[in-house]
């Protein structure tokens, strides 16, 4: 595959990870009640980061926001804080890709273009490593309150939103790590070599893009200098 078909497949993967972990935002079913050892079930809990909501036996569902932004558990608001963060950086990293990609005629040189493009590749890596977290805490909560049989309160299930925000955060991660290893490959890190040979040195990069010789001239005495010793 070649470079443009790294920059599309990569850009591609992460618009399609930023819509899932952003979609993941309005999604209600995070943690799901558990009806196991339940003879009569009455109504269905199910909550996300905003808002708790209850299904009951008419088929009517209700739903209610947090009264308070503060006086959540500590995990709540981590969960917020990280999310909100990776679906921001996320949202700067496919702006940048429109810039570094070679395929669009905006941003300046190549070389310009390629270090926008390691800087894209590293915003997604860090918005898909934050709001993997943010899936993870959440998800990590459940299933300890699940399995804790000192736990008296409604016990819930994972729910739907926590898989979808998996899956995009993982497809980000790709995305961004196409995104880095293009601009490796591309030689964004490249270093110089020098190999002499006879009174000429060449200097050329390892990419073998660009080469170019330096003359080195060796001083050579005048015969009026040596005469001036004898």
């Not at 608001?77 to 990776?86: E, F």
């Not at 964004?188 to 200097?203: D, N, V």
């Amino acid at each position: 595959m070649n470079h443009y078909g790294f920059e599309i497949a990569a850009f591609l993967l992460c618009v399609t990870g930023w819509v899932l972990i952003s979609s993941t935002m309005p999604t209600e079913y995070w943690r799901v009640s558990t009806i196991e050892g339940t003879v009569i079930v009455t109504a269905n809990y199910y909550s996300n980061l905003w808002k708790m909501c209850v299904h009951g036996s008419t088929g009517v569902s209700d739903c209610k926001d947090f009264e308070s932004m503060l006086a959540q558990p500590n995990y709540i608001k981590a969960c917020r804080g990280l999310l909100i963060t990776g679906i921001i950086l996320c949202t700067f990293g496919n702006i940048f890709s429109l810039v570094g990609m070679k395929c669009t005629k905006i941003g300046g040189s190549e070389k310009i273009k390629t270090r926008i493009t390691f800087l894209v590749g590293l915003l997604h890596l860090l918005g898909g490593l934050t709001s993997l977290c943010a899936f993870s805490v959440y998800g990590n909560r459940v299933t300890s309150e699940f399995f804790d049989p000192n736990f008296r309160n409604i016990k819930y299930e994972l729910g739907v939103g926590l898989f979808i925000g998996w899956s995009g955060s993982s497809v980000t991660l790709i995305g961004g790590s196409i995104y880095c290893y293009s601009t490796v490959k591309e030689g964004l890190f490249e270093r110089k070599t020098y190999i002499y040979k006879g009174t000429t040195s060449y200097m050329k990069s390892r990419t073998g893009r660009s080469q170019r010789s330096i003359r080195a001239y060796r001083y050579s005495p005048k015969q009026s200098d040596i005469d001036s010793f004898v």
